[in-house]
């Protein structure tokens, strides 16, 4: 099976369902070394109401280890997400999120950009794609991300106080798992009914004419030497208004 013909039925079955589950992408050493840097950073960063959020982000990614822009580079993604949103395309978002020990349902929602336009907004073609990178095995116990099949095709937000857990599909995947879906597909984390914590990290690409949601051009500075390929996907080669003349 060729890499186009992989690329292919991903691009497909997330054309079909909103998302689809690319099991073992990791190696299992690379996970544990990724998921060992996460819980380095969250352990000295500032953690905002953490109790009342139920969950952890870690900022900025990009910036904080060679590890994650390397991840941000993996060739069959970079493949899967060209052949969805263009071969110009950029990153929107780079972060981490863990779901603490008996974290609770989030609200069902839609992701950047598509809150900041009035609907209906546009859904084909694709704005935005997700990427979750699975650190720690995804289950129904601990929270796996929710998906509701087809909403991608819904050209609105869901309703903020909605109750849509019947529709929504946990998706299970094991550690090293990649888990891509439309940029606007219904989603929420699920309940961690563990007494484990649950880390991923959470990727949007983007069209190179939408605006990221997290000012990722100003990471280049920390990386030393990035290749075309980072410079490309944190911002560089996207256009900014110039002084003078609109053109």
């Not at 909103?18 to 190696?27: I, K, Q, R, S």
């Not at 994650?68 to 060739?75: E, K, Q, S, W």
């Not at 891509?180 to 009914?193: L, Y």
């Not at 030497?225 to 256009?239: A, C, F, I, M, T």
Request: hydrophobic share 40%; net charge negative.
């Amino acid at each position: 099976m060729t890499v186009e013909s992989v690329v292919e039925g991903i691009v497909a079955a997330v054309d079909e369902y909103g998302f689809c589950v690319v099991p073992a992408m990791l190696p299992c050493d690379q996970t544990a070394q990724l998921l060992t840097i996460i819980d380095y950073l969250r352990e000295r960063e500032v953690r905002p109401n953490k109790e009342r959020l139920g969950h952890q982000r870690v900022l900025h990614l990009a910036a904080k280890h060679p590890a994650f822009v390397a991840l941000m580079c993996h060739p069959l993604t970079v493949a899967i997400y060209e052949k969805y949103l263009g071969r110009d395309f950029v990153c929107s978002t780079w972060t981490s999120n863990t779901a603490l020990p008996n974290a609770d349902l989030t609200y069902w929602h839609v992701d950047h950009p598509y809150w900041t336009i009035a609907p209906p907004y546009p859904v084909d073609p694709p704005l935005t794609a997700h990427a979750i990178w699975c650190l720690d095995d995804f289950t129904t116990d601990n929270g796996a991300t929710k998906f509701i099949p087809g909403s991608h095709r819904i050209p609105r937000l869901p309703e903020h106080n909605g109750n849509y857990d019947c529709e929504g599909v946990s998706v299970e995947a094991s550690a090293g798992s990649l888990i891509v879906a439309h940029g606007a597909a219904w989603h929420s984390a699920g309940r961690n009914r563990t007494e484990k914590p649950r880390t991923a990290i959470f990727g949007r690409f983007a069209r190179s004419f939408i605006i990221p949601q997290e000012d990722m051009k100003s990471q280049l500075a920390a990386i030393e030497n990035p290749s075309s390929l980072v410079e490309r996907l944190l911002g560089k080669n996207q256009y900014a208004p110039q002084g003078g003349l609109p053109y």
